[in-house]
């Protein structure tokens, strides 16, 4: 069982050693002492919405908060902090199930690109957009453009873009895709929070008619309840907490190995080469 999957942690000091990876349990000496170190901040981004009768509204959420904090806790040569999680997203595709809340286009990128502001005017000039949402991922690279015009550098990462081959090669029904409350959404709960899977109430939809696989490789809409009656996409029948934690743990590996890279990288800055003077 990994150590904290909630939004906001439960008190890291109290279960390990008086430390916390928590942005909002830091004290100030901490984050002066953290400056002092090429500190790497991990921004958790996901969504608060359906994902079908089975599951929690925060799936997504819950899955970036978890792997944030298991790896801070896994590096212990230099800070990684968690910043704050970004619990609401794009999902506006999803208002037709009940429990969804989103964000407007416009609303979501002024939050984020703001959050980023305030990290990097703190002086934590590694940041890393963790996100859990498909809605948030393309609107994620985007802010991470918007804000290098302001010499402000993200890293925006998806963390299922980490761990491919284990969605490619260990899928019972939903190779390749994460899905949406299907095979490997439902798996990461099993394995992160078991108790919040109601297993008597999986349901496995088929698609609706539309676009033909040809041209779903590159192109298609976002109204997911439209394609299913239920709003899941996947088969959840498959699930199991051992994929789960196949799955998390390959993303985990990559991230730490990410978070060290970027540990060693100079900061970034358009002026660096010339290329962006006023």
């Known amino acids: 069982m990994v150590s904290d999957s909630s939004v906001f942690g ?39 919405e359906q994902h079908g009768p089975h599951c929690p509204m925060d799936v997504d959420i819950s899955h970036t908060q978890a792997l944030a904090v298991d790896t801070a806790r896994a590096i212990d040569e230099f800070p ?71 010499d402000i550098w993200v890293l925006p990462i998806t963390y299922w873009d980490m761990a491919q081959d284990v969605l490619d090669d260990e899928a019972d029904t939903d190779p390749g895709f994460i899905g949406h409350g299907g ?16 297993t008597e109430k999986l349901v496995a939809d088929p698609e609706r008619p539309g676009f033909s696989p040809e041209i779903l490789r590159f192109t298609g809409f976002p109204e997911r309840r439209k394609e299913r009656e239920h709003g899941v996409h996947g088969n959840p029948y ?12 390959a993303a985990k590996e990559m991230l730490i190995e990410v978070c060290r890279e970027y540990h060693e990288q100079p900061v970034r800055g358009y002026r660096e080469f010339g290329s962006h003077c006023p």
């Open 238 to 249: 498959t699930a199991s907490a051992e994929k789960g934690e196949r799955l998390f743990n």
């Open 183 to 198: 095979e490997w959404e439902t798996s990461l709960q099993l394995h992160l929070r078991p108790s919040l899977i109601d």
């Open 80 to 150: 990684v902090i968690v910043a704050p999680p970004v619990w609401s997203g794009l999902t506006h595709y999803n208002m037709g199930e009940v429990g969804t809340i989103t964000l407007s286009v416009e609303t979501f990128i002024a939050y984020v690109s703001e959050i980023c502001r305030s990290i990097w005017a703190n002086g934590f000039h590694r940041i890393i957009l963790l996100n859990g949402h498909g809605g948030n991922r393309d609107i994620q690279r985007v802010i991470s453009i918007k804000l290098a015009e302001e």
């Open 10 to 48: 439960r008190g890291q000091r109290e279960s390990n050693d008086g430390k916390t990876p928590h942005w909002q349990e830091m004290w100030r000496h901490e984050f002066l002492e953290a400056l002092e170190h090429d500190p790497v901040v991990i921004v958790p981004v996901g969504s608060v």
